[in-house]
């Protein structure tokens, strides 16, 4: 599959998720924009550093930003499934200038639900494998099955700035269904279920979609 991918849907709709699954086992580069930022905070890195408080507060780091990171790492590439990013027209726009796009997984979840699973999410911070202590907890009392680090709450799954995160959503990204439906390239997908069941239904829309 040398696709170019976007996973769309708010927070807590199981994107990470599926794009580790998709990406590891169909060969494909799993570019998460969250996962590259937070990483670059920890490293304190003049981009991270930049872009903290604006992910503290649950706000999206500026569009120029981003593509410029994006940018960066694409360039020239194909196969990337692109998790979490674009988040706004501006970026959307953008990236059809560095990739083109296949196909566009919109994973549709209701509030009540994302908001259960943000709440119950811990992550690793060594590894960045991503656990839900109700759904998929870890096997050894919150530590890492694949290489045993405590794992952590991210700062921003605190009920606070989930709230928030869901906001800017709503405002900023869901206008991006209609900006790809337009295109005929958005497939819908029903998220509330099992990550077993919304892999499965990417794999098989996925299939259909091949032209
Ligand atoms: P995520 O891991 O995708 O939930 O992203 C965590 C945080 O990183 C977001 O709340 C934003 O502050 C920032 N972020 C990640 N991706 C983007 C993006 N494409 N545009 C702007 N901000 C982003």
Redesign the pocket.
């Known amino acids: 599959m040398k696709k170019n991918l976007v996973l769309l849907g708010p927070?807590g709709a199981g994107k990470?998720t599926l794009a580790q699954r998709l990406a590891s086992e169909h060969g494909l580069l799993h570019l998460?924009?969250?996962?590259v930022?937070?990483d670059e905070v920890a490293r304190a890195t003049a981009l991270g550093q930049r872009?903290k408080d604006?992910?503290d507060r649950?706000?999206?780091?500026p569009?120029e930003l981003?593509l410029s990171m994006v940018k960066e790492r694409v360039e020239g590439r194909s196969g990337i499934l692109f998790?979490?990013?674009?988040?706004?027209l501006a970026?959307a726009e953008g990236l059809e200038k560095i990739a083109p796009i296949d196909a566009v997984i919109f994973l549709e979840v209701d509030k009540d639900t994302a908001v259960k699973r943000l709440s119950a999410r811990r992550i690793c911070p060594k590894c960045g494998a991503v656990y839900n202590l109700v759904t998929q907890p870890p096997k050894e009392d919150e530590r890492c099955d694949r290489c045993g680090t405590k794992l952590i709450q991210r700062d921003?799954d605190k009920p606070e700035v989930i709230a928030r995160?869901f906001e800017v959503y709503m405002r900023q990204s869901a206008p991006l269904a209609r900006y790809y439906e337009e295109k005929g390239l958005l497939i819908r997908i029903d998220a509330g279920r099992s990550p077993e069941e919304v892999y499965a239904a990417a794999l098989r829309a996925l299939r259909d979609d091949r032209p």
């Open positions: 927070p990470g998460s924009t969250g996962d930022l937070r872009a604006y992910m649950g706000e999206l780091v569009d981003i998790d979490g990013f674009p988040r706004t970026q921003d995160r």
